[in-house]
């Protein structure tokens, strides 16, 4: 059934390391997300945009950066096979510019077996630098959702790299709209795409009410940094909620995955 195949099977070599405990917390966090997925697409039956996972590595104080503009690696290494479980299991993986001018990632699946997702960015003004991982030889080239202001000469030169630039209309704030850019890339043929961060883009994309299931790994350290969410004023007077909770060991961390509680 097509409808299936909205999060991909993904298998991850057992031999990495990991007690049989976090290999548990990874298989049933990845079934569960596919039945979350299963579910979505029989709901949505028309499936106007994709499926959202939400997922980021916290500290126990919500912190997902030491401070902002700073990169700090806070999963333990089973719960990066985890991430890089989902990852693979996805279409797509979406992060904003910030997390690509601090961490400069490559949002590849490597330490499971599993085709990357296509790398989607967030990144109005066209900030993205030419020598980001993302743009280097063996990486899938990057969709950039930028809004149509940014300088023409820097399009240019992205799209000469392989980057495919999706123009979008943004908010009052000059932020590309949540709404539309899933839209567009449900029309381009993803169905299913976790988001990563960082804090803005976590922020946005609950404020805009588009996010099916979290799958939030938290670290066992207190970290004096970004909080996971830029503001709390706009949850206001509802803020987003889970169902369906579990809660998993990997290694040291814990794992929690639910999915958004629907009104
Ligand atoms: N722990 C984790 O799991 C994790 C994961 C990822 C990142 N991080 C951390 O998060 C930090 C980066 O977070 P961040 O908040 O600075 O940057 P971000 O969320 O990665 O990107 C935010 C930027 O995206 C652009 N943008 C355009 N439209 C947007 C929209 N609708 N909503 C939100 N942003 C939009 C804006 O820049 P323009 O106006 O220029 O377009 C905005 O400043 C880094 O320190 C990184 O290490 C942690």
């Known amino acids: 059934m097509r409808n299936s195949k909205t999060i991909k099977a993904a298998t991850y070599d057992s031999a990495g390391g990991q007690s049989d405990e976090s290999s548990s917390a990874i298989q049933a966090i990845l079934e569960k997300s596919r039945n979350a997925a299963l579910e979505f697409s029989t709901r949505a039956r028309r499936m106007e945009r994709p499926f959202v996972t939400l997922s980021f590595a916290q500290s126990l104080n919500g912190s997902i950066a030491a401070r902002p503009g700073e990169q700090l690696i806070l999963s333990g290494a089973d719960s990066m096979i985890m991430t890089h479980g989902l990852r693979a299991a996805h279409d797509a993986i979406l992060v904003g510019i910030g997390t690509i001018?601090?961490?400069?990632?490559?949002?590849?699946?490597?330490?499971?077996?599993?085709?990357?997702?296509?790398?989607?960015?967030?990144d109005?003004?066209?900030?993205?630098?030419?020598?980001?991982?993302?743009?280097?030889?063996?990486?899938?080239?990057?969709?950039?959702?930028?809004?149509?202001?940014?300088?023409?000469?820097?399009?240019?030169?992205?799209?000469?790299?392989?980057?495919?630039?999706?123009?979008?209309?943004?908010?009052?704030?000059?932020?590309?709209?949540?709404?539309?850019?899933?839209?567009?890339?449900?029309?381009?043929?993803?169905?299913?795409?976790?988001?990563?961060?960082?804090?803005?883009?976590?922020?946005?994309?609950?404020?805009?009410?588009?996010?099916?299931?979290?799958?939030?790994?938290?670290?066992?350290v207190f970290v004096d940094g970004l909080n996971a969410f830029?503001?709390?004023?706009?949850?206001?007077?509802?803020?987003?909620?889970?169902?369906n909770i579990e809660y998993h060991k990997a290694g040291a961390d814990l794992i929690l995955r639910g999915d958004i509680e629907r009104p």
């Open 101 to 122: 001018l601090i961490d400069n990632p490559q949002l590849t699946v490597r330490l499971v077996e599993g085709h990357s997702p296509q790398p989607i960015v967030i």
């Open 230 to 243: 830029e503001t709390y004023e706009n949850f206001k007077p509802s803020a987003p909620r889970l169902n």
């Open 124 to 220: 109005s003004r066209l900030r993205f630098p030419l020598n980001a991982k993302l743009l280097m030889n063996g990486n899938k080239p990057p969709w950039i959702a930028t809004s149509g202001t940014a300088h023409k000469t820097k399009a240019e030169s992205l799209r000469r790299r392989g980057a495919r630039l999706i123009t979008l209309p943004t908010g009052v704030n000059g932020r590309i709209k949540i709404g539309p850019l899933l839209k567009r890339i449900r029309r381009l043929g993803v169905r299913s795409v976790m988001v990563e961060g960082g804090a803005r883009i976590i922020s946005s994309f609950l404020e805009a009410g588009m996010v099916d299931q979290m799958v939030i790994t938290i670290a066992p």
